[in-house]
C-alpha cells in the first residue's frame, strides 16, 4: 500500500506485522492487522486511516459515520495483561477523534468479542 511503512522501515523498536487488510462493503468497512505488539497494530491502523482511507474519502466525496467506529484487540497473550491502547484518527474536517477499544464490536451485523 503506497504510503505505508514496510517491514523494512520500521526501526528496531517496532515489532514486524503482517500487511494491513481492507475489507470495504458498500458503507462498512474494516481494517485489520496482526503483530506481537497492541502499540505497533494501532500505528498501523492510524497510518492506514490517514494514508488510504480518509484521502480517498475525502477525494471520491464519501464521509464517515464517526459514531460507527469501533476498535477492538483481540489477543490471547499473557504479557498484553489488560492493554487497551486507543487510536487517534484525524478526520477530513481536520479534528482528532479518539477511537477507544471495546469488548464487542459490530460488522455486517455480526457481533465480534
Do not use: C
Not at 464519501?62 to 504479557?79: C, G, P
Amino acid at each position: 500500500m503506497p504510503g505505508l511503512q514496510t517491514n523494512e522501515e520500521i526501526n528496531d523498536t517496532e515489532i514486524a506485522a503482517t500487511p494491513p487488510n481492507l475489507i470495504m462493503f458498500v458503507d462498512d468497512g474494516k481494517v485489520y492487522v496482526s503483530s506481537t505488539s497492541l502499540e505497533t497494530n494501532t500505528r498501523i491502523i492510524k497510518n492506514v486511516w490517514e494514508s488510504i482511507i480518509a484521502p480517498w474519502a475525502q477525494q471520491v466525496g464519501f464521509e464517515y459515520d464517526i459514531e460507527k467506529r469501533e476498535l477492538a484487540h483481540y489477543t490471547r497473550r499473557k504479557n498484553d495483561n489488560g492493554k487497551a491502547p486507543e487510536v487517534a484518527l484525524k478526520d477530513a474536517d481536520g479534528i482528532t477523534r479518539v477511537v477507544k477499544p471495546q469488548p464487542i464490536v459490530k460488522w455486517l451485523g455480526v457481533y465480534f468479542d
